[in-house]
Nanobody, 125 residues
Framework: VQLQASGGGLVQAGGSLRLSCAAK????????MSWYRQAPGKQRELAAT???????NYADSVKGRFTISRDNYKKTVTLQMNSLKPEDTAVYYC????????????????????WGQGTLVTVSS
């Protein structure tokens, strides 16, 4: 299972960006999916999570501005970011809390954390 993130870039404060992450592989289903972010000099933090059933949870710092969604058929997760602030500047990583997939002739269900490569979001003031 590989996660490929895209959609980062430079935006002015108050603007919007949309991040996407696609899971690649012979995947049957993916467990909870999340977006984490890591600002310069800070620890990685959880921004938003969506369960396989569609329940969502957000960090207080992004609540009301960010929306996480997923397409279980396409195996994608999206983060719509509105009203961006300079403090949202960070590298954003998509994450999956395990997956069920085909491996040779077997079906494997794991709880291995999968990470995308990170995409940089820069918000200018």
């Amino acid at each position: 299972v590989q996660l490929q993130a895209s959609g980062g870039g430079l935006v002015q404060a108050g603007g919007s960006l949309r991040l996407s992450c696609a899971a690649k592989g012979r995947i049957i289903s993916i467990n909870d999916m999340s977006w984490y972010r890591q600002a310069p000099g800070k620890q990685r933090e959880l921004a938003a999570t969506i369960t396989s059933g569609g329940s969502v949870n957000y960090a207080d710092s992004v609540k009301g501005r960010f929306t996480i969604s997923r397409d279980n058929y396409k195996k994608t997760v999206t983060l719509q970011m509105n009203s961006l602030k300079p403090e949202d500047t960070a590298v954003y990583y998509c994450h999956a809390d395990g997956a069920t997939y085909y491996s040779n002739d077997n079906i494997v269900a794991d709880k291995i954390p999968y990470w995308g490569q990170g995409t940089l979001v820069t918000v200018s003031s």
